[in-house]
């Protein structure tokens, strides 16, 4: 087994803040879910205009309407349905409170977990390897670490020295290529 050379070992104990997680979460929304409503919504828009041209034409015809009405509808649906999501997750964010949390940063993988002082709770790893669907976007106050599209872990960087988020930063880029985002 290759010997592991670590980035950063193991950041101190953090707790990501609600505010922090919420500006991950609209961000992770932003990136991957928000997109394919973005496109609905468009095509939404376009038929209503559509419908209504067709409504001025011909008044008469009540499945023009009817058709306006549905495509209103689900466009308020594709709007709100994201809030109501988002809320949802930041009620349940809430409710579990401060979990402190620990990190390691390899050239191998990222090990995220949760962090206990006794030592008989503790709980196993997540072990994040540095695979074709890793994405990890770096914004201003966090690395948001994007396994696939389903799962996503939030790195504060007021855990990391600047030394380690320059360092982190050269080796993602390098490591990930594309799949790697920075405005830094």
């Not at 008469?60 to 949802?88: A, K, Q, T």
Request: hydrophobic share 45%.
């Amino acid at each position: 087994m290759a010997q592991k050379t670590f980035l950063v070992p193991q950041t101190p104990p953090y707790v990501v803040p609600v505010e922090l997680y919420d500006e991950a979460y609209r961000l992770y929304q932003r990136r991957f879910l928000m997109w394919k409503n973005w496109i609905l919504e468009a095509v939404l828009v376009l038929l209503s205009v559509d419908f209504i041209v067709t409504a001025f034409k011909d008044p008469s015809n009540m499945l023009v309407y009817f058709l306006l009405i549905l495509c209103v509808v689900l466009l308020g649906l594709l709007i709100f349905h994201p809030l109501r999501i988002r809320r949802r997750v930041m009620d349940a964010v809430k409710e579990l409170g401060e979990i402190p949390y620990v990190a390691a940063l390899s050239e191998q993988e990222i090990v995220i977990q949760t962090w206990t002082e006794d030592p008989s709770e503790e709980i196993p790893p997540t072990v994040l390897e540095y695979d074709k669907n890793m994405r990890i976007i770096e914004a201003e106050q966090f690395f948001l670490i994007c396994e696939g599209k389903e799962r996503f872990y939030v790195l504060p960087k007021k855990t990391l020295y600047d030394e380690q988020i320059f360092a982190m930063r050269r080796f993602l880029r390098q490591k990930l290529g594309k799949r790697f985002q920075s405005n830094f």
